[in-house]
């Protein structure tokens, strides 16, 4: 099944929470032994809650788990097929190396969708895209901090970040399987892309460590019939607890999170 139908297909079940997977070993528990470990009890305790899972490439690049996040991935295939994995990895390049980028997520890691870096321009995007069955999530207004310095410049009347979502809903989401990556921590920025974009599925960061704004989230970012949004949450599910109880603890994160969605979409 496609990545965008198997959105859809978690959306009528009920949830639109992505759980991160961003292993920081140094939080782990002392009886958690290594990252695929961790990631596991994390999974197993969550998937039935979960609209996707999220993890984030240089979590394991930097401690040299390539293998850990592949078995994670594999794990996920197997045992829960119908929550799909994001490979959040932001990759962009020129266009024949994009390519390889869009191999590594698609075909290395089997991964469902892949986060895309557009600000090279369409080149660089749509070597994913040409993958028809693949979610492909564009950043269009980030979430930290800084995201406003360019992604809110003003181009012929108009912020950075418009072009990019309108260059999405316009021309990159040919085989229908473009999303947007939209920061919880800039609402009113989310109500304009949602405008522009107004089918495009928005995977929203934010919410949680970052402190961003989940009414203003459901209000501004979800489609006019309802439903639209994968709202991600890492730190705060991951490291709800640090003792031998944290996979329950992430468990219960992620239901309050999940019915907080709901009672909001209302
Ligand atoms: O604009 C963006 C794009 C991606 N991210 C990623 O999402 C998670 C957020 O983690 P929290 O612990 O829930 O803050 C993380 O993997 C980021 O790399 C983002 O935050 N903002």
Redesign the pocket.
Known sequence: MSFSNQIKQRWQQGTAVCV?L?PLPELFPAAVSDIFAFNKAIIDATADLACCF?P?F??YAAVAAEPALKQTIAYIREFYPSVPVIL?S?RGDIGSTATMYAREAFEHYQADAV?VNPYMGSDTVLPFADYADKGVIV?C????PS?GEFQNRLIDGEPLYLHVARLAQEQWNRHGNISL?V?ATAPEEMRRIRAVAPDLPF?V??????GGDLQATVDNGRFAGGQGLMI???????YASSGADFAQAARAATLTLKNAINQLAE
């Open positions: 991160g961003d999220k984030q240089a979590h959040d932001k986060t950043l207004r980030t979430s930290n995201a990556v920061g995977l960061p934010g919410i949680g460590a970052q991600n949450s890492s730190r705060a599910i991951l």
